[in-house]
């Protein structure tokens, strides 16, 4: 008994060791723009970029492979804001994508519950065979309810135009 | 005299204020025959209807109350039946809809039972702000800020001066003037029950100089209440705005960045005053406003009551229609007031004037290249550099267009009336103020979504560990009554 507990124990002790002397040595070094870039993304992992989540697109933009634009719910903010930390000239890049908004077709939707289930920012709200809607302030336009819908009826928009958001276009230049 | 009376910079544009200047204000406009009230006439957040299609409202109702503190109360403004409550054409330069809701009226125009008060002097300050907050009264010269939000404001500061504006520096524009002028003592008594409501120590009427009639009335209704003055102040265009007339009043600037409570000024204009006096004395709600209807395609300019609610198109006919068709519909005056996109669109609490120019009053030109002549510098009257904001709101450079000041630019437009390359400054400082509250809006929209998704990770934790342990009870659970089993058996 007293033998098996001991060698275990030291087995343990010197296993342990290794695996961490291994993580010292083998550790994959991380820029730390990228950390600063991913804490500035807002982090649903919603995937709109093309990128598996926040932290390959951040990855993927300090290696310059991706448009530091590409990301719609951060909008015109974070893009001024990276582009500023990665020192890209703004004027270089293209169109940025639109942000989206989910909408739920009342006359179609069962009450399934998938899609809040799927909402990383509880932005759809529902019970079980009620109908669903979408809280717009919350809703980053990720397009993962969309996804699991059996319905198929909800659809992505771009946020409209109201009174509250409309504004004078630039003039054109004389 | 110690520099009082002026501001900076200025323009001094062409009045037309003869238009309508010497016509008293029409009172009884044909009642129309639907009103459509729109449930956002104030700044902040939009009223909410409390009533539904089918509903008979009185005149004076409430039918939709003010959502939080920053919104207001909207009353019908005749009895009739509701008839629809959605989208209408704003009074709004985009042309989107807003959501209104439209009354059909019965023409009886009876009104609700309106519960006055005798003696306002005698009532708790709060208790009168409240009335004024249930009266649905906003800023009636333009700026439509609730009304109740700044008594309030004005309660919680040491207000020593309360201006009362009179100085209706827009052009064309004479509502305020008539009201002065016709309704004097009214006007005297609301800035009275004002300065009671928040314990200034001086009231003061400012009138620009071009109104010696109101400022005659005023004179002689304010005789009797000493503590009452009326000033006149120089004709000179921003003078109605509420900085420039503290300035010209009171002699001192407001610090940028600060507002009006903060030197110890609050500033209301006549209309509104008369409003809050309507309210408290009367106990009438805020359902109707002076309305300037002027213009080279107005065939008789006039001053009209006019209910909130009418379409514009009934203002016209009262002032017996347009002569040809007009260039340009403003709601306002034509340095700050705003394109209608057409003439159904409502009379809605801000309205001051409704406008209908032609082609030459217009003058519209193409705008030329800056030749930095720097004009617009010597006109604004808050010391800004217009050519400079506008330079980099061109080319979306926000940060260098705030430190040239976009955030104290109180859009006034004399910057782009003396630009002798027509070039549209204003334009540049919307644009860039829009913006701005853009970017603003999307920041917090992610810090928002941050928060959720961290929030959301905390319940999911929460409810996979509520699940787990709640395994592990029935686990155990079954263990005992395994054992209790064998041990029978």
Request: glycine content about 10%; aromatic content about 4%; overall charge neutral.
């Amino acid at each position: 008994m007293f033998t098996a507990t001991l060698v275990l124990t030291i087995l343990g002790l010197v296993l342990g060791w290794l695996l961490g002397l291994a993580a010292r040595l083998f550790a994959v070094e991380e820029n730390p723009i990228v950390n600063e870039v991913e804490a500035m993304l807002p982090g649903s992992q919603c995937g709109q970029c093309g990128f598996p989540g926040c932290g390959a697109a951040a990855e993927a933009m300090v290696a310059g492979t991706a448009a530091v634009n590409c990301c719609p719910p951060g909008g015109r903010a974070l893009t001024e804001s990276l582009a500023q930390l990665l020192d890209v000239d703004l004027n270089s890049l293209g169109d940025a994508p639109v942000p989206l908004l989910a909408s739920i077709e009342e006359s179609l939707c069962t009450g399934c519950t998938k899609c809040y289930k799927a909402c990383p920012t509880d932005a759809i709200v529902g019970a079980t065979k009620q109908l669903h809607a979408v809280i717009p302030q919350a809703c980053t336009g990720c397009s993962k309810c969309k996804d699991v819908c059996p319905e198929n009826c909800i659809s992505l928009n771009p946020e409209p135009v109201t009174l509250g958001t409309w504004h004078w276009p630039k003039p054109e230049a004389a | 005299m110690f520099g009082f009376g002026k501001i900076r910079g200025g323009v001094h544009p062409e009045t037309h204020k003869d238009l309508t200047a010497g016509r008293s204000i029409l009172q009884q406009l044909p009642l129309p025959r639907q009103l459509h009230m729109p449930l956002s006439q104030h700044a902040g957040v939009a009223a909410t209807p409390l009533v539904g299609v089918g509903d008979r409202v009185l005149k004076g109702q409430l039918i939709a109350r003010a959502a939080g503190s920053m919104s207001a109360n909207v009353h019908a403004s005749s009895s009739g039946v509701v008839s629809a409550i959605g989208p209408i054409v704003a009074p709004h330069p985009s042309g989107l809809p807003a959501t209104a809701i439209t009354i059909d009226t019965d023409g009886e125009d009876r009104w609700v039972t309106l519960e006055p008060i005798t003696d306002p002097f005698s009532m708790d300050p709060d208790t009168l702000a409240a009335r004024v907050e249930a009266a649905g009264i906003v800023g009636m010269g333009g700026a439509i800020f609730p009304a109740a939000v700044k008594l309030r404001q004005g309660r919680r500061f040491e207000i020593q001066t309360l201006i009362v504006n009179g100085s209706e520096c827009e052009p064309y524009l004479t509502c305020d003037d008539h009201l002065m002028q016709e309704r004097a003592e009214a006007v005297v008594d609301g800035a009275r029950l004002v300065r009671h409501i928040i314990e200034a120590y001086r009231v003061v009427i400012a009138v620009e100089d071009n109104k010696p009639d109101a400022f005659a009335a005023l004179t002689k209704a304010a005789a009797p209440h000493g503590m009452v003055e009326v000033m006149t102040v120089p004709t000179q265009y921003p003078m109605g705005s509420a900085k420039q007339l503290i300035q010209a009043v009171t002699g001192r600037e407001i610090p940028a960045g600060q507002r009006s409570n903060d030197i110890g000024v609050l500033v209301h204009n006549v209309g509104t005053v008369f409003a809050i006096q309507q309210a408290l004395r009367y106990g009438r709600p805020l359902i109707s406003r002076v309305v300037t209807v002027a213009g080279g395609c107005v065939q008789s300019p006039h001053n009209v009551e006019a209910l909130l609610g009418t379409p514009l198109r009934e203002l016209i006919a009262a002032c017996d229609g347009l002569k040809g068709s007009p260039a340009r519909l403003l709601m306002g005056g034509p340095m700050m007031g705003q394109i209608v996109p057409a003439l159904d669109t409502p009379v809605i609490k801000g309205c001051t004037g409704l406008l209908a120019l032609t082609q030459r009053e217009v003058n519209a030109h193409a705008p030329a290249p800056c030749i930095r002549c720097g004009r617009c510098v010597d006109a604004c009257p808050m010391g800004l550099v217009p050519l400079e904001m506008a330079r980099h709101s061109g080319v979306d450079d926000f940060e260098h267009a705030q430190e040239y000041g976009l955030r104290d630019c109180i859009l006034c437009g004399s910057c782009a009336y003396v630009c002798p390359s027509h070039i549209p400054l204003v334009q540049y400082f919307e644009y860039a103020k829009g913006e701005l509250k853009e970017r603003k809006q999307s920041e917090q929209k992610q810090e928002y979504t941050k928060r959720l998704i961290s929030e959301r990770a905390a319940r999911l934790e929460q409810e996979a560990a509520a699940k787990a342990a709640a395994k592990a009870a029935k686990k155990k659970k079954a263990r005992k009554s395994r054992s209790r089993e064998s041990a029978e058996s």
